[in-house]
């Protein structure tokens, strides 16, 4: 039997899911493939950030529009993964002040609102910021979740018939003279290669989109640009503070759900290095050092961990630092570029634009294959965001008030489903961010759960001060019981996602982190018996 | 290197490295499922309060403040000042007029001594309790404390002149219970101190160590009655350079620990001055002052309770200490462990049950250790000993002041 489809999207990140989307709700016939799991890429390791567009305004006028039309309709359509924090730009004694004037009249250009408000009342309304502050502006920045966001896309496509195959790797195309009209597909589990046929392929790997070009023979100039953060243990402030200069290092910290987040710094790495993206202790000095400027209480604040992700920049020019890189929507159309039918590039962009690159792909799609219908992503809420959060934690009054309120934040309107939980159901699996036995079954049966990472990235097991010393064990114990994997399976997944933790650890292991990690490696080596070693992946 | 080698978090739950013991060692949590424990209604849930002030949970009401789970943590986390910060800062629930009258020790003893035979009797009867526990939510099942007739320091007026002849002074908080309840106790201290050759001041004003207060979220109010007394214990200690003694453990500690950590008072200069009256004792026998006889022809044997925060002062040692100096006292240590009534919060209809349920191992030891009586350094720890068994209870001084050859 061969499998087609009208289009198929390589790349599980936000674009990709967006896509799928965007292309299923215009009747469209569709299949997502993924590598690994969804936003394993750069979707999952960024800031987090809602951006208003304020921080381009002044240096790329295009993006600061394009932020500020997204942020508001993310507001609405997404409203479960998002979090209406406002930000500020803080100007220090050693910034030069006139640059906030030059700033806020670009956001005003740009359609975002900025108001100049007195350094007093700033640090009323963020207590956390430097006091030394000689000026403030207020922009509608937020937090936006990248997992939620992204698996929320997923939801919505596969509700309205979209397939999506997770730890299935792209490779190699089927091409028919200057036509691409299919791909080959190994599927991690079980080692065999399919192959999907598809009118158009669409390449929305990220930064891994370079390869997936170059397999066709086609090539984009990317610039892989690493930036490294780092998670503070709770959450320090309340609203997204910035640095009212132009864009530098470590000049953003974001409240993200239970956490803050400092980033990030920019350095151009080789492609051969993207799949292994370590935190040097260079850079751990450099986002503290600046962090402590916008917020000194980092300076005593328990650090968390530290990761890295990959800009998939489309370079433009030759700048090592891949910041003056335009952040713009990149589209290519590679029968006009290259002249290679049925294969489409989108890249570029960022997390805040991912709907939009999504439009504009899908658009690109429909003319190519006549369809008529318009793009219903920017009003059609997705599944989360459908129903105010009151009317949700009000049927779910039985559950445990943190519990409730956790799963609710993370799940929108979705959380409903847990409201018929029995008692055993209401157990903790995961402490630090109440994550119950129903949560994780409902994650396990609904959201393409295949180890405790991917559980991880829908449910935030593992995410919080422990980092899974009390949580991994029990939800590998879970997924055990309800036939995900066999026991030995289950141990070396264990065993994996613990060593994948410890990775985020090590750049920053001092103090209580170092100390609670060594605390779990007892408890899972020497009480558990659990080895290492038995991960031998990767 | 790194930046942050030296400091220490203000946010002291970050030291936590969920080891959970805390729970463990939760009288609360063991018998009453629907208090979260120590562990997520400190640390976990502190971190999610931070996040966002909806996460404050009622049933944090349900902590007896122990700090037994402190004792037990072995990353210093302040678990139980986590908790008791919170509900002064996040609950939303205003104390009742129950609340009101339990907390007020002060008021409702002023009111009570000077009718103390009806008001005893009364608070005895039947349809009272049924009624208290109607109307105010006072469990019937609770016996009252006894009020006396006529107060420790009505009492103590005749004998101030007689105290000014010692050349050696200490200054004793006395506390309500001794105040309003039961003058006998400070009587004994009295006592046993001249016998030492010290004599015994007051304080030039005391008011109630206001514990009953922020328990029951009276907090401006104890604030304000904790000015008073650090301002009358650092006249005290700093002008007259007289050390504070008190015979209540929770007084002791509330005053030491509760006052700089929950209310934001400064006591640094003078905290280490304040102790209680066994420790003082101790440290004097033991550096070879004072002379006591006692008398041969008595043997008793008693088992002494360690209350939760004599546990977290660290200070049982003295007191059992102190009992087996005297001759012809066999002593039996208790399992340390919570007798349930955590001051007033035993007294709540809501309570009862946790408050029973939580003493139960204790009395069941009590009623097997084949004593004479208990001896414990807390009131309400002998309220509920008294109550709950069939045992006398009594305060280390007291025994003290029994043993004591009469001059």
């Given at each position: ?15 990709g ?15 997502l ?8 890429g750069a ?8 951006h208003?567009?304020?921080?381009y ?6 993006s ?10 993310l ?9 209406e ?29 900025a108001?100049?408000?007195?350094p007093k ?10 006091p030394d ?11 936006v ?10 939801i919505?496509?596969?509700?309205h018939?979209a397939?999506?195959?997770?730890y ?6 089927i ?18 290669v399919?192959?999907?046929?598809a ?15 170059r ?8 610039l ?13 402030n309340?609203?997204v ?26 350095s ?11 935190v040097t ?12 400027k ?14 890295a992700?990959v800009?998939?920049?489309?370079a ?12 713009g ?7 006009v570029?290259?002249g ?9 962009g ?18 190519k ?12 809420k ?5 129903e ?32 018929e939980?029995?008692v055993?159901?209401y ?10 036995v ?10 393409d ?24 064990c029990?939800a ?30 090590a ?25 290492w ?6 | 290197?790194n930046l ?6 203000e946010?002291?739950?970050?030291q ?24 997520q ?7 999610l309060?931070l996040?966002k ?5 009622e049933a ?6 122990c ?9 210093n ?7 008791q ?14 609340d009101?009258?339990?907390a ?8 009570s001594?000077?009718?103390a035979?009806?008001v005893?009797?009364?608070?005895g ?24 007739f ?11 002149e007689k105290?000014?002849?010692f ?22 201290l ?19 160590c ?8 009276f ?19 700093v ?30 200069d003078?905290r ?6 066994t ?32 546990e ?19 002593v039996?240590?208790l399992?340390?462990q919570?007798?349930g009534?955590?001051g ?5 209809k ?6 029973q349920?939580?003493?139960?191992n204790?009395?069941q030891q009590?009623?097997a ?8 350094d807390?009131?309400?720890?002998k309220?509920?000993?008294e109550?709950?068994t ?18």
């Open positions: 039997m061969i499998e087609s489809y009208d289009v198929i999207v390589i790349g599980g990140g936000a674009t899911a967006g896509v799928v989307r965007d292309c299923v709700r215009r009747g469209i016939r569709v299949l493939i993924e590598r690994f799991d969804i936003s394993t979707t999952g390791r960024n800031h987090g950030l809602l208003s567009g304020a921080r305004a002044v240096t790329d006028a295009e600061a529009e394009e932020c500020i039309k997204e942020n508001m309709i507001r609405r359509i997404a409203s479960h993964c998002v979090e924090t406002d930000g500020l730009f803080l100007s220090l004694p050693e910034d030069d002040l006139s640059f906030q004037s030059k700033f806020v009249e670009a956001c005003r250009h740009a359609g975002i609102r108001d100049v408000i007195d009342e700033a640090l009323l309304l963020e207590p956390s910021a430097n502050i000689i000026g403030a502006v207020r922009v509608p920045d937020g937090a979740d990248p997992f939620r966001l992204t698996a929320s896309n997923i919505d496509a596969k509700a018939g397939e999506v195959l997770t299935h790797e792209v490779t190699g195309f091409r028919e003279q200057n036509r691409i009209v299919g791909v080959k597909v190994l599927e991690h589990k079980t080692k065999e399919k192959s999907y046929y009118s158009i392929v669409v390449n929305a790997g990220g930064i891994w989109g370079h390869d997936i070009a397999m066709v023979g086609v090539t984009i100039n990317m892989p640009a690493k930036g490294a953060l780092l998670i503070f243990g709770h959450r320090v309340q609203m503070l910035n640095r009212c200069r132009k864009p530098a290092d470590a000049d953003i910290l974001v409240p993200g759900d239970t956490i803050s987040l400092i980033g990030t710094t920019s151009k790495v080789p492609f051969e290095e993207v799949d292994r993206m370590l202790s260079a850079e751990v000095d450099l986002l503290l050092r600046e962090g402590e916008l917020a000194p209480v980092l300076a005593q604040t328990r650090i968390l961990r530290a990761y992700g800009r998939p920049l489309v433009s020019d030759d700048d090592p630092s891949g910041r003056s890189v335009s952040r929507i990149v589209l290519l159309d590679h029968a570029r290259d290679l039918e049925g294969f489409i590039t989108i890249t570029g960022k997390l805040m634009t991912y709907r939009l690159m999504a439009e504009w792909t899908t658009d690109l799609i429909c003319r294959l006549n369809v008529s219908a318009a793009c219903t992503t920017a009003v059609e997705l599944p989360g965001s459908r105010a959060v009151e009317e949700i934690g009000k049927k779910m009054i039985s559950v445990p008030l943190a519990q409730r309120n956790s799963t609710i934040y993370r799940h929108g309107d979705l959380a409903e489903k847990l409201a939980n029995t055993s159901e157990s903790l699996v995961c402490e630090c961010e109440e994550v119950s129903g949560e994780v079954k409902y994650a396990l049966n609904e959201l759960v295949h180890n405790l990472v991917d559980l991880r990235r829908r449910t935030r097991v593992g995410m919080g001060t422990c980092q899974g010393e009390l949580c991994a029990r590998a114990g879970l997924m055990s019981s309800m036939h995900k994997y066999c026991t030995k399976r289950a141990k070396e997944d264990l065993a994996s996602f613990l060593n994948e933790r410890w990775k985020g650890m750049p920053i292991a001092w103090g209580d982190t170092l100390r609670e990690s060594e605390y779990m490696s007892w408890v899972y080596r020497g009480v558990c018996g659990l080895e070693s038995q991960k031998q992946e990767e | 290197m942050q080698q030296h400091n220490v978090s946010n002291n739950f970050e936590c490295i969920k080891c959970t013991v805390c729970t463990v060692y939760c009288p609360v949590a063991a018998v009453n499922p629907a208090y979260p424990g120590p562990k209604a400190g640390p976990d849930e502190e971190r309060r996040k002030p909806y996460f404050y949970d944090l009401k349900y902590c007896i403040n700090k037994r789970c402190e004792v037990a943590c072995p990353s986390v302040k678990i139980g000042d986590i908790i910060l919170a509900r002064i800062k996040y609950s939303k629930k205003k104390p009742t007029l129950r009101f009258m339990l007020n020790t002060d008021l409702m003893g002023s009111l001594t000077p009718l035979p009806l005893n009797a009364t608070l009867l039947k349809p009272v309790k049924a009624v208290l526990d109607g109307v105010l939510k006072i469990d019937h099942r609770r016996s009252f404390p006894k009020y006396a006529g107060t420790f320091e009505s009492w103590y007026k005749k004998q101030a105290q000014l002849a050349s050696q002074q200490v200054s004793y908080f006395h506390g309500c219970y001794v105040n309003y309840n039961y003058p006998q106790l400070g009587k004994d009295v006592r046993v101190m001249n016998a030492l050759g010290i004599g015994v001041q007051l304080l030039r004003k005391e008011k109630c206001g514990v009953a207060l922020i328990s029951n979220g907090i401006d109010q104890a604030r304000k009655q904790a000015e008073l007394n650090v301002d009358s214990i650092r006249e005290a200690v002008e007259k350079n007289r050390p504070v003694i008190a015979t209540s453990s929770t007084c002791t500690f509330t005053i030491r620990d509760e006052y700089p950590h929950l209310l934001g008072i400064a006591n640094a003078v280490d001055r304040v102790e209680l009256a420790r003082y004792i101790y440290r004097l026998l033991s550096q070879g002052g004072g002379k006591l006889t006692f008398r041969k022809d008595k043997k008793i044997r008693v088992a002494y309770h360690t209350p939760c925060h004599m977290k002062l660290g200070w049982s040692y003295y007191s059992i200490e102190l009992l087996k100096r005297i001759p012809n006292v066999e039996v240590v399992d340390s919570c007798c009534i955590a007033t919060y035993g007294f709540k809501e309570n009862y049950a946790t408050s349920g939580i003493g139960q204790l009395f009590i009623e250790a084949g004593v004479d009586c208990v001896v414990t807390c009131e309400t720890c309220w509920q000993i109550m709950s069939s045992k006398h209870c009594e305060h280390p001084i007291s025994i003290f002041a029994q043993m004591l050859l009469c001059e």
